[in-house]
T-cell receptor, first 111, second 113 residues
Framework: EPEVTQTPSHQVTQMGQEVILRCVPI?????FYWYRQILGQKVEFLVS????????KSEIFDDQFSVERPDGSNFTLKIRSTKLEDSAMYFC?????????FGQGTRLTVV | QKEVEQNSGPLSVPEGAIASLNCTYS??????FFWYRQYSGKSPELIMF????GDKEDGRFTAQLNKASQYVSLLIRDSQPSDSATYLC?????????????FGTGTRLTIIP
């Protein structure tokens, strides 16, 4: 069964450092998303990406965040200067016709 | 502000009984409704989705949608200990190509052997 693959599974970084979270979506899916879930809280939408550009972004997705699809397969989320409050699980998702499929997530810990 | 509300639980159900999970949403313009299961520390896993009013059955799971009441529910028949998880209700309001999910806080379900 096709799946969404995320790397790394866990990343620890120092405050102020840049991190890049990577995702390989399902190959024939066209719409890509990043969500995050702070421990004990709800899953929150960050950004949607279609046709090589951002479709929509939430208020969480400020100038410190960026997304790109550098090579037609990978889909990345970059956080330029991490803050303690960026610590969360980050989920990549993609959709084909209907439902969204989620990757296994990257646990980001900012220390 | 589009909101999705769920009772956070915990909801405890004896093994073999029916578990009933409820969700309400704030905006009548919603398009699609999804139920995800999330085990602790894991990603959301799709159980089923529903678009039309009424019931939709898939194995032991039945989703029910009532758009007039802005209410969607999930029934789990013959509950098993492996069903113990947090169940997330999610609603799509976006237009085609931008179908972002808005999640509720989730209901923690515990099946008691």
């Amino acid at each position: 069964e096709p799946e969404v693959t995320q790397t790394p599974s866990h990343q620890v970084t120092q405050m102020g450092q840049e991190v890049i979270l990577r995702c390989v979506p399902i190959s024939n899916h066209l719409y890509f998303y990043w969500y995050r879930q702070i421990l004990g809280q709800k899953v929150e939408f960050l950004v949607s990406f279609y046709n090589n550009e951002i479709s929509e972004k939430s208020e969480i997705f400020d100038d410190q965040f960026s997304v790109e699809r550098p090579d037609g397969s990978n889909f990345t989320l970059k956080i330029r200067s991490t803050k303690l409050e960026d610590s969360a699980m980050y989920f990549c998702a993609c959709t084909g016709d209907t439902e969204a499929f989620f990757g296994q997530g990257t646990r980001l810990t900012v220390v | 502000q589009k909101e999705v509300e769920q009772n956070s639980g915990p909801l405890s159900v004896p093994e073999g009984a029916i578990a009933s999970l409820n969700c309400t949403y704030s905006d009548r313009g919603s398009q699609s409704f999804f139920w995800y299961r999330q085990y602790s520390g894991k990603s959301p896993e799709l159980i089923m989705f529903i678009y039309s009013n009424g019931d939709k059955e898939d194995g032991r799971f039945t989703a029910q949608l009532n758009k007039a009441s802005q209410y969607v529910s999930l029934l789990i028949r013959d509950s098993q200990p492996s069903d113990s998880a947090t169940y997330l209700c999610a609603v799509v309001w976006g237009y085609f190509g931008n179908e972002k999910l808005t999640f509720g806080t989730g209901t923690r379900l515990t099946i008691i052997p």
